[in-house]
């Protein structure tokens, strides 16, 4: 497959090349092993760098973001990238399960990463890219950013915190460091809600509260032992630490503060003035992908979304576009239709959230790749993951840190029809009506440990 190329990109010159253009992958987690898949097939040549000693990313082995406990909240059916499923029991699958999958996807597609090696600067170098390593430096055509945006964790202080012994998510790995504990969870999206759960039920924690900024008054569940209550409003001392809630209500006997805030973007071996980086957002991202100058692309920006299949279809894109396969508007419409898109934003930390917009975005994607044989294929993927997609949604427990009888659901996905079906829908429903009854009751008592085996 050496082919002589023609490569024009905006801000490069056309340049006959011997060989296939290089194309730098930073990451070797779920987006970058997908960008070298899809790239290195359509005939460039790639090379995937990665700072830590294994692949996969958030969910590597000896990962720290990924706590030991979690379970998926999206069906592996669904988080799989098209045409490479999961070999998996269960539909909800643990971390080892997810782990296992990119370790196989890599050695299966034959993915060399540069394992070990942190990039610590790119910039241009003329009509090409400067990727300067710890131990080396190399030009490139194309740069794909794949680095994830969950190491740097987002910061959220209140009045008086200091009183308060305190951690981020990242850092949390077992409920039972918290066994008999009262602990203030920070966030109700999925680690506030998933942490909590474990610390009501699996740790031992003496009572848990979930602050919540869309919550407009504390209410509790099993008698008392867990709780949904608004934003904080201040830590303070009162014979012990306490916490003062927005409604007014006051939980004493603080011991730890657990952040569940998320984390921020960053880039820092992008040279400076390449992007500008506030809370939450990257400014002026064409597609939230696309640089001005489209040789630079940002794989998985998007948040609140099916991961690996929408970074599968972002990869198809920048490949063709890398290829003059594709063609993307002007640049003025380009950055027209990315002011346009900030300015319409109520928050700013909105500014990649995509959530039931995905499907769309994915379907646009995959147009302005301009390949019809991948278009049908493609559509009846993402409508049966949309039809599972909406059919989890709703039966996610409505306060934070009730059980999550939903990941016992069970499915069965044909991509190639787009057909599917749930295996136990009746039985799971009834369930979550139970759970949802038992909300207003104590938690039956934990059962004593078995005896130890005689000696």
């Not at 406990?69 to 070999?87: D, S, T, W």
């Not at 993307?328 to 239709?337: G, I, N, Y």
């Not at 990941?407 to 369930?431: A, F, K, P, Q």
Request: charged letters at 25%; one cysteine or more.
């Amino acid at each position: 497959w050496m082919r002589r190329l023609f490569v024009v990109a905006a801000g490069m010159t056309a340049t006959a090349a011997l060989k296939p253009a290089r194309v730098c992958v930073i990451g070797a987690g779920a987006g970058g092993l997908v960008a070298t898949k899809v790239m290195r097939e359509a005939g460039l040549e790639v090379a995937v760098y990665e700072q830590e000693a294994s692949v996969g990313g958030i969910w590597r082995r000896g990962g720290e973001v990924v706590y030991e406990g979690l379970r998926c909240n999206l069906p592996h059916q669904i988080m799989a990238f098209r045409g490479a499923p999961f070999a998996a029991n269960r539909s909800f699958v643990a971390t080892a399960e997810v782990t296992e999958y990119l370790e196989r996807y890599a050695a299966e597609n034959e993915i060399d990463a540069r394992l070990g090696t942190r990039v610590e600067a790119v910039r241009r170098d003329g009509a090409r890219w400067l990727v300067t390593t710890e131990t080396s430096a190399e030009q490139f055509d194309f740069v794909v950013v794949a680095n994830g945006h969950y190491e740097k964790a987002s910061e959220v202080r209140f009045e008086g915190d200091e009183l308060v012994e305190r951690s981020h998510s990242r850092e949390y790995q077992r409920p039972e460091a918290f066994a008999g504990r009262v602990v203030v969870c920070v966030g109700a999206r999925s680690s506030g809600t998933d942490i909590a759960k474990e610390l009501v039920f699996d740790g031992g924690a003496k009572r848990v509260l979930v602050a919540d900024k869309a919550q407009a008054r504390r209410e509790d569940y099993y008698d008392g032992k867990l709780a949904h209550a608004p934003a904080i409003r201040r830590f303070f001392r009162d014979g012990s630490v306490a916490v003062e809630f927005a409604d007014g209500s006051v939980e004493r006997d603080i011991d730890h503060l657990v952040l569940c805030t998320g984390f921020e973007y960053d880039f820092p071996f992008l040279e400076p003035g390449l992007v500008s980086v506030g809370s939450r957002s990257v400014s002026s991202l064409y597609l939230h992908m696309f640089h001005d100058d489209p040789s630079l692309v940002f794989l998985g920006i998007p948040h609140s979304v099916v991961p690996f299949p929408l970074m599968q279809i972002q990869s198809i894109l920048a490949a063709r576009v890398f290829l003059g396969a594709a063609t993307l508007p002007s640049l003025a419409d380009r950055r027209r239709d990315a002011a346009t898109h900030y300015a319409g934003l109520r928050r700013a930390k909105d500014a990649h959230h995509l959530g039931d917009k995905q499907w769309d975005y994915c379907a646009h994607l995959l147009h302005l790749a301009n390949d019809p044989t991948q278009l049908h294929a493609w559509h009846n993927f993402l409508a049966a993951n949309r039809a599972v997609y909406e059919h989890v949604a709703p039966r996610r427990p409505a306060p934070p840190g009730a059980p999550d009888v939903y990941r016992r659901l069970e499915y069965l996905v044909d991509h190639d029809t787009g057909r599917w079906s749930c295996l136990n829908e009746r039985e799971i429903d009834r369930d979550i009506r139970l759970a949802s009854s038992s909300l207003r009751q104590p938690l039956p008592p934990t059962p004593p440990p078995p005896p130890p085996p005689p000696p």
